[in-house]
C-alpha cells in the first residue's frame, strides 16, 4: 500500500537517472582554505565530464550528533549507470580523487536510483 500512494505522489521527472552521494570527512590537519579549494575543484568535474548532469554540495548541519564525523555532502546526478560508471573511470575524475585522497580521514560513497518522491 505505501507504494501505492508513493506512486501517486511522485513526479516522475524526479525519478530519472541516479545519484552518487559522497560524504567527506577531512583529517584535522586539512585547512579549511584546503578544503575550500577541494570543493572548487569537485564542483568543476561539470565543466570537464560531459556525462555530470547536475553537482550540489553542502556542509553538514543536523542537531542530531549522528554524521559519524563527516562533514562535506556532495551530490552527483546522471542520467543513469553507463553515465555515472563512464564518470568513475574518466581521467579528470580520477586525477580529482587523488588530489583529494590525503586530505581524507575517511570517505563514504552510495548511490542510487530515486524509486519514488513524496
Known amino acids: 500500500m505505501l507504494n501505492t ?3 501517486r505522489k ?3 521527472n524526479d525519478l530519472h537517472g ?3 552521494i559522497v560524504l567527506c570527512a577531512f583529517r584535522d590537519d586539512t585547512s579549511e582554505q584546503q578544503r575550500e579549494s577541494l570543493v572548487r575543484e569537485f564542483a568543476l568535474l561539470k565543466e570537464y565530464i560531459a556525462v555530470v548532469r547536475h553537482f550540489e554540495y ?3 548541519s543536523s542537531p542530531e550528533g549522528l554524521a559519524d564525523g563527516f562533514t ?3 551530490t552527483v546526478h546522471f ?3 553507463p553515465e555515472r560508471d563512464a564518470y568513475l573511470i574518466d581521467p579528470a575524475h580520477l586525477r580529482f580523487v587523488e588530489l583529494l585522497k590525503p586530505s581524507l580521514a575517511k570517505v563514504l ?3 542510487y536510483a530515486p524509486l519514488a518522491t513524496v
Request: glycine share 10%; aromatic share 4%; net charge negative.
Open 10 to 12: 511522485t513526479n516522475m
Open 58 to 60: 553542502g556542509i553538514n
Open 109 to 111: 560513497v552510495v548511490d
Open 5 to 7: 500512494q508513493l506512486e
Open 18 to 20: 541516479l545519484r552518487h
Open 72 to 74: 562535506h555532502c556532495f
Open 79 to 81: 542520467d543513469g549507470a
